[in-house]
């Protein structure tokens, strides 16, 4: 399902920006939500049409499980929709590890590891992150330019 191609959206040619997406707006599009389906699929195809779509490893293990494992399965969604998948840099986890000490336990006690690892990604790696989860990572990661489709 290539959602520029569903909606008549022509790609672009030069590619700008570097998108990541949290796993909260493809988990949208999976589960047809009823409430955040439409406005994760519009966000996610003006990314498609702004420049390359990223996940990184903590998105694609949390993905694996909706597909039971399947890694072609998963792979075959991702190849459909415009979406590639780039691991994490040691500067990335470096980031993530920082802020998870220095303030994330404590500011942020209900949250892992890996949400700051999706953060500090997206803050070495992209130019901004979709998300549904606006507050934690706006706060968390200066810097980080954070689109919430619940807030279009």
Known sequence: MNLLRVCGAPRAKARSVRSAVDTNILLDLLTGDSVHCDLSRTVLEAALVRGKVVICDIVYAELAAAFDGDGGLLD???DDIGI???AC???SF???GKIWRKSGRRRFP???LPDFIVGAHARTHADCLLTRD???YAKCFDGLKVIDPSRL
Request: charged fraction near 15%.
């Open 76 to 78: 075959s969604f991702l």
């Open 89 to 91: 840099s040691k500067q």
């Open 84 to 86: 590639t998948f780039l």
């Open 94 to 96: 470096l980031l993530a």
């Open 134 to 136: 606006r507050g934690f």
């Open 110 to 112: 209900g949250r892992v």
